[in-house]
């Protein structure tokens, strides 16, 4: 008798310290964002952030070329940035490596790229084993390009998308996040409107067939990143001096 009083007080002790217990990290909702805008948390600024480590792109279709000009993009637009101390991927990744903190580097990605707080263990593991404030995470999400034929009434273009985060590894809040997306058009064609003066052997219009192409992926990606990058806040400036 008293082993199963003993059984039922230890199930309501249970429940007690259960229903206290806070929400788990599934059940936080992360803030909505348009595409082509950024969240910013409301205390950015209290960060301080400076250094941050660029963490190695990814992608949905992981296609190594499109990565890798994506990569460059990120890096070129993003490592220019006045105030910013960023550390290149591939500087960062090899000090994550050496860490052995790959696998927590992947679930405050997961998590940051979601939009939500990542794991304070993780966090902390992390910042143990690299030298930066926060990490910037880059995934392709976007990769298009149609050119129409010559004979098609329409209009070619590129389109490029990726998602990005700021995540702090002083707790793991998102700092900054969004989703973006750059088009570059090509010209309208018509085929009614004339007809080309080459062709190659198939017949094909050679000549308009060229004057069809739409930016390239280059151009595109310059334009997408100018585009991302301006929403992340300026870093902080110097302290200032105290008066003599």
Known sequence: ??????????????????????????????????KNQAYVAPGFASYGVITVGMAPVSSFDHVEENEKLFRQAVESGFGTMDGYRFQSMSYFIDEVRKGGVINQLAAIEKAGLAGLPSDTAAVDTVALKTNVQAVLFSRLSTWQRLVVDPNTRGQSFTQVGGDFALVSLKDGVV??????????????????????TERDATGNSVAKQAQLEPPSFREVLEKLISRVSATLPKAPGPAAKPAP
């Open 175 to 196: 700092l900054w996040r969004g989703s973006f997306q750059e088009k570059g058009d090509g010209p309208y064609n018509d085929p009614s409107a004339g007809e080309a």
């Open 1 to 34: 008798m008293k082993s199963r009083n003993s059984l039922v007080a230890l199930a309501l002790f249970s429940l007690l310290v259960l229903g206290t217990r806070p929400a788990p990290a599934a059940d936080v909702k992360a803030p909505k964002v348009k």
